[in-house]
């Protein structure tokens, strides 16, 4: 016989109460301040089996600034910049344009 073995986490929360009121044509959600919310922000709202459930909406991954890595390897050659070539229309063009 076999038993699954069930880990549970220990979830600490508290309960707010929150009001919901007619805005225009929609309904909204009154949150309380103490929830630490900034006005504007996004939040995910999912509907679940045993209600719904709201988090942030995740932030968009920052870039990474490589402006400060020059330098860093002078044993590093730069490659010569090779550029391509013209399109061949944009050859016909600056030719029409010359009057050629």
Do not use: H
Request: hydrophobic fraction near 30%; glycine fraction near 8%.
């Amino acid at each position: 016989m076999y038993i699954p073995c069930v880990y549970t986490e220990l979830i600490v929360s508290k309960e707010y109460r929150a009001k919901v009121f007619k805005s225009g044509n929609s309904l909204a959600l009154r949150l309380p301040k103490e929830l630490g919310l900034k006005e504007g922000s996004t939040m995910v709202l999912r509907e679940e089996r045993s209600g719904y459930r709201f988090e942030p909406e995740d932030a968009p991954k920052k870039k990474l600034d490589i402006s400060g890595f020059w330098g860093k390897a002078p044993w590093l050659e730069v490659p010569e910049r090779r550029d391509f070539d013209e399109r061949p229309s944009t050859i016909a063009k600056r030719k029409a344009q010359q009057g050629e």
